[in-house]
């Protein structure tokens, strides 16, 4: 079995991507646990995709509200 290794890129980029439903009481704080994750990450270019999937709670709103305070939240 053979392995190919591909080489580290200088600025390596991570995409966290996390879906939702219906969150209000837990999105505030997934979001502040990713952000102290990927802070750690050495020169590491980040950001991080949530998907709103209908949610008929409060989660789109606080998203929304998210982006203006973390310039890496899509």
Not at 28 to 51: I, K, N, Q, S, T
Request: aromatic share 2%; charged share 30%; with cysteine.
């Amino acid at each position: 079995m053979s392995s190919v290794l591909v080489p580290i890129r200088e600025d390596p980029k991570v995409t966290v991507a996390v879906p939702l439903y219906n969150e209000e009481s837990t999105v505030e704080l997934m979001l502040d646990a990713v952000e102290d994750v990927l802070e750690r990450l050495p020169r590491a270019d980040h950001e991080v995709v949530c998907v709103n999937d209908g949610s008929t709670d409060a989660t789109l709103d606080l998203l929304t509200r998210a982006c203006d305070r973390l310039s890496n939240l899509r």
